[in-house]
């Protein structure tokens, strides 16, 4: 007979067994697994696709007929574009490392920067371009925390370079200042341009990537902090010595 006061199935050591999972929790958590699994993968192939269509759907049409292996094949081969783009940028960016081209380079920017609307635009877009890229990625390769928009709330920044030009000019009676950028969640490519005191910005040990996981993921994927990764494996080697006492 089995009474209120009976035992629960324990293994040969004691420990008790784990509950039996149903039959519709078990399949419940093997979707959840599959999701998990095959989600980022589903999603990174649909991304890296589309990609390479756009590009080739913009590129293809300028490839002469006779080097397009859309020509001689039954089927479209993807990535042609893509490659052949590269190709180009290639050449582009060899061209324009000489004289001549440097020359027809400037002639152009020249013409560009008599047009009122178009000078501003190509102006701040190869600035962009020239910061990135000249840079070798370099920018944002601190992430921190300051408090924003008031005290007693915290937001993650990127650090960029150290305040510069008129801003830090106009800024030269306060302290040490600094450029952060302040993300946005879900879309961490949109924020805030911030000048702050470098002392009111509070470094943090992860990486910029880690930093943008947390903000796309909206606090719900936090990276392994290492003290608490190092305190958590000096327990699980303290406790033999424990039970050896």
């Known amino acids: 007979m089995s009474g209120p006061d009976q035992q629960a199935p324990t293994e040969l ?4 067994l784990p509950p039996k999972l ?54 479209e081969v993807p990535g042609v574009g893509l490659i052949a783009a590269l190709l180009a940028l290639t050449v582009i960016g060899f061209l324009t490392a000489n004289i001549a081209g440097r020359s027809l380079v400037g002639v152009g920017e020249r013409i560009l920067g008599r047009m009122p609307l178009v000078r501003n635009l190509y ?31 915290w937001a993650i920044v990127f650090l960029a370079t150290e305040t510069k030009g ?13 450029s952060v950028f302040l993300p ?15 002392k009111e910005v509070r470094l943090l040990s992860m990486s910029v990537e880690d930093a943008a996981k947390l903000v796309i993921s909206a606090g719900l994927v936090n990276p392994d902090y290492p003290a608490l990764v190092e305190e958590h494996e000096s327990d699980k080697t303290a406790k033999p010595d424990v039970a050896a006492e």
């Open 123 to 153: 102006g701040a877009l190869k600035q962009i371009f020239e910061t990135v890229i000249h840079e070798g990625g370099q920018n944002f390769s601190k992430a921190g925390l300051i408090e924003y928009p008031r005290r007693g709330l």
């Open 22 to 75: 149903g039959l519709m929790t078990r399949l419940r958590n093997y979707f959840f697994t599959g999701l998990v699994i095959t989600g980022p993968i589903g999603i990174t192939i649909y991304l890296s696709w589309s990609f390479i269509q756009l590009v080739d759907n913009w590129v293809k049409p300028f490839i002469p007929y006779q080097y397009n292996p859309d020509s001689y094949l039954p089927i």
């Open 166 to 178: 008129e801003v830090a000019s106009r800024l030269a009676d306060e302290d040490d200042m600094v």
């Open 184 to 198: 946005t969640t879900p879309n961490p490519t949109s924020g805030f341009l911030l000048f702050v005191p470098r």
């Open 13 to 16: 050591g004691g420990t008790p």
